[in-house]
């Protein structure tokens, strides 16, 4: 079952606007430490200082200090749809000097074969349509840049990958090989992340894809977009919109705060029958 209440702009605003305090003190560090970041941006191919990259869904600027490692700040351009998320960003001493943009991942801002490199760290999960957020990344690099986006990996145990896809989007290693081939990216390479509680299993993936040729991408000029970009000011007002709107945020919000009890649990079992192996 996919439902995946909070794949929308809508009610990702919203979770970001009022829930990120708790999301991102006592979930998010049990699935993206910095450590993961680091080893995540070893295919990106930041291998200069004066690359001009842009970073897509920046959030708090968690990713973007990692970045800075390697990219002078001047050069990197941070954007991301909640501005309370930006806010909070703005204030790292670490990351002065980057520019910052409100927008959207499935509508860039910016013009065609813009950047070197292209970035996103832990937003894919939320984009209702990632083909055509992948297709954007496509366009705004110049050709022979690089894109890598880096997000949550389907989870297999059936229980803990219903919860996942009641909250928001867990790809599959396959559908993010898909949409790059579709988007027109060439060389795709990728690397598989875990925490470090984690034993086995992959819990995220950081794919990185190059730009073959000058313009827009492939897909987008096939004309393959099934629907328009979902606009966060395009919400009805009315009072069943409304209704729906709690509803999704209030059950995938509460799916969100089952993932991490649940992950740890069934890590905790699988550690304990491999010793009673």
């Not at 990713?63 to 490692?69: M, P």
Request: include cysteine; glycine fraction near 6%; hydrophobic fraction near 45%.
């Amino acid at each position: 079952m996919r439902l995946r209440f909070l794949q929308h702009k809508e009610e990702a605003y919203w979770f970001y606007r009022y829930l990120s305090i708790i999301y991102d003190r006592f979930i998010n560090p049990w699935f993206e430490t910095s450590e993961m970041i680091q080893s995540a941006l070893s295919v990106a191919q930041l291998n200069r200082s004066d690359l001009e990259v842009a970073e897509v869904g920046a959030g708090t600027g968690f990713a973007t200090e990692q970045i800075v490692k390697f990219v002078a700040p001047s050069h990197i351009h941070a954007l991301d749809q909640s501005d309370y998320q930006q806010d909070k960003a703005k204030k790292r001493a670490s990351i002065t000097g980057v520019r910052f943009y409100l927008g959207d991942a499935e509508n860039l801002p910016w013009e065609c074969d813009r950047f070197d490199r292209y970035v996103s760290c832990g937003s894919i999960e939320y984009w209702p349509d990632p083909q055509r957020a992948i297709a954007e990344a496509y366009r705004v690099i110049k050709e022979g840049g690089f894109a890598t986006i880096i997000g949550p990996l389907e989870p297999e145990h059936p229980v803990a990958r219903f919860v996942a896809n009641v909250f928001m989007l867990f790809p599959t290693k396959d559908q993010y090989l898909h949409w790059y081939k579709e988007a027109g990216f060439v060389d795709i390479r990728y690397v598989c992340i875990r925490p470090k509680w984690v034993a086995q299993e992959d819990y995220a993936i950081s794919i990185v894809g190059r730009k073959p040729a000058a313009g827009t991408s492939p897909w987008m000029a096939s004309g393959q977009a099934p629907f328009p970009v979902e606009s966060l000011q395009g919400k009805s007002s009315s009072s069943q919109s409304l209704l729906l709107f709690l509803f999704r945020f209030a059950v995938g919000s509460f799916a969100g705060a089952l993932f991490v009890p649940l992950a740890w649990i069934k890590t905790a079992i699988g550690k304990m029958a491999s010793a009673d192996r």
